[in-house]
């Protein structure tokens, strides 16, 4: 029964200092301004460096041809609407249309 107790006292303790470690790492990362541990504080200038704002995702458009979710960038839009290609805009402006589309 001793034993038992021990080996689970261990793993207590044994997972305490594992959290406690990696709490010490983040707070070090932290102060530091980047993720990789270890890495200097000061950029260029030898003052600390403000922390970037991270970036945002590019938003993202549906095309009226095939629907496939495009990069706003990379999408071409005809006639105010969006396409993920060239290709589909000619397509979709080929086909016809009103009465025609019967």
């Given at each position: 029964m001793r034993q038992i107790f021990l080996l689970?006292?261990?793993f207590i303790v044994g997972q305490w200092l594992v959290k406690a470690l990696r709490r010490?790492?983040?707070?070090?990362?932290?102060?530091?301004?980047?993720?990789?541990?270890?890495a200097g504080a000061h950029g260029a200038n030898g003052g600390a460096?403000?922390?970037d704002a991270p970036q945002l995702a590019e938003p993202m458009i549906r095309c009226v041809e095939c629907g496939v979710h495009a990069p706003k960038s990379d999408s071409v839009?005809?006639?105010?609407?969006p396409f993920c290609s060239a290709a589909h805009a000619q397509r979709h402006g080929a086909r016809p249309?009103?009465?025609d589309a019967r």
């Open positions: 689970i006292l261990l010490h790492d983040a707070q070090t990362a932290q102060r530091t301004g980047n993720g990789a541990p270890g460096r403000p922390t839009v005809v006639a105010g609407q249309t009103g009465r």
